[in-house]
């Protein structure tokens, strides 16, 4: 049995080819690591960059929602008039609504007193609007004219505000030139469009934006009775309602926002250009390394064929160590993947983190990278002819 055994082992050859120049094997592997890294990046600076564009969108308490046809993303929200939420609730399905006001508007920081632009949203302190608990806690302090919220996750350059709050400082600054307090803190977190966000009250907002024309707002959020059908009231909705209003799912406004920033913009192309960039330099390391291996060897191929080796085999061996240089390339690329999302995370706000399926996108395009420059080298032993190398 030990004999049979002995003479049905398979002598792993194309590690063996590999590991005979661990130097070589250490700049191939660098090689595939350094496109696998480029491409876990530029794919997740991408989608981290779409998701952070619906950081706000994603927290509304809402089913549909009803935006201005003139609207094209959230950093330019055109006005519709306000009564087509009234008009909405005629649907038997529409349990309530919340008006919203959205616009940029210029933050003082008290600290430094440099201005910048922080998502301003106005709404009733009564209404539903996001599903974060400790906003729908502490809204009614919004019902006090010229007090806000302030978003904890918003970037450090609008000054030290949840510090100064949580010490129990009073902490006032200036919102469109006009004085406000901040009177509580919530966890929302920046988006592509805004590095912050403050929430107040309609009338605080229309105290700070008095060009707003009467009635009209920016948003409307529309929450369903339990177990209506969103598609079918979003039809009746589009019917009923004037061409003045466009009528979303939740998703699809989303969606909506997604595609401003990846057709719109070239933000999408630059990314994607990278990651390919990075494959095609995989694709000239792993082939010069698989190559020059069979360069090198082909004195060995040559004997092997001598001895009676079939060329689909020794093409094989060629196809193994591709596959062997993809697997061993992409483990260190997907770990320094993780900790660059992480360093990302900790120093944008930015939602980079790493998923399943842009896992398996990348593997799937080193493994492709690796068994395509397997392929290309494979023309090499052709050339092995035990007649013409000996």
């Known amino acids: 049995m030990l004999e049979r055994f002995w003479r049905s082992r398979r002598i792993p050859l194309a590690w063996l080819l590999l590991s005979r120049q661990p130097l070589r094997l250490a700049v191939a592997l660098a090689g595939i690591a350094f496109a696998g890294i480029l491409m876990f990046m530029q794919l997740g600076f991408r989608d981290g960059l779409f998701d952070a564009s619906v950081t706000i969108h994603k927290l509304f308490d809402t089913d549909l929602v009803l935006m201005s046809p003139r609207t094209m993303s959230s ?59 400790a906003l729908k806690a502490q809204a009614q302090v919004l019902t006090q004219k010229g007090r806000v919220i302030f978003d904890e996750r918003s970037r450090s350059e609008f000054g030290p505000i949840a510090a100064w709050f949580r010490q129990g400082r009073i902490v006032e600054t200036e919102v469109a030139g006009t004085r406000v307090r901040v009177a509580g803190l919530v966890s929302l977190g920046p988006s592509f469009g805004a590095d912050g966000n403050i929430l107040m009250s309609r009338e605080t907002y229309l105290q700070l934006v008095p060009g707003t024309p009467p009635g009209s707002i920016e948003l409307g959020l529309i929450r369903l009775v339990p177990g209506a059908d969103r598609e079918a009231v979003l039809q009746r909705l589009e019917r009923a309602l004037p061409d003045d209003v466009r009528v979303f799912t939740k998703e699809g406004f989303e969606e909506f926002e997604k595609t401003y920033w990846r057709t719109s913009t070239a933000i999408g192309f630059i990314f994607t250009l990278g990651a390919a960039m990075g494959f095609i330099v995989g694709c000239v390391i792993v082939y010069q ?87 290309l080298a494979m023309r090499r032993l052709g050339d092995a002819d035990p007649a013409e190398i000996f």
Request: overall charge negative; aromatic content about 8%; glycine content about 8%.
């Open 75 to 133: 950093i330019g929200m055109a006005g519709f008039p306000r009564r087509r939420l009234i008009q909405a609730m005629a649907d038997p399905a529409v349990q309530d609504t919340t008006p919203v006001h959205w616009n940029l508007l210029l933050w003082k920081n008290p600290d430094n007193g440099r201005t910048r632009s922080i998502l301003t949203l106005g709404f009733e302190p009564s209404d539903a609007l996001f599903d974060e608990p």
């Open 289 to 375: 390394i698989l190559y020059s291996d069979v360069s090198d060897h082909l004195p060995e191929y040559a004997t092997l064929m001598a001895m009676g080796y079939p060329l689909p085999g020794l093409l094989g061996v060629v196809a193994r160590e591709g596959l062997i240089l993809a697997i061993l390339g992409y483990l260190p690329a997907y770990a320094a993947g993780q900790g660059l999302y992480a360093l990302v995370r900790s120093g944008t706000n930015l939602p980079v983190s790493m998923n399943t399926p842009r896992a398996v996108i990348v593997f799937t395009m080193i493994l492709v990278m690796c068994m395509g420059s397997a392929a």
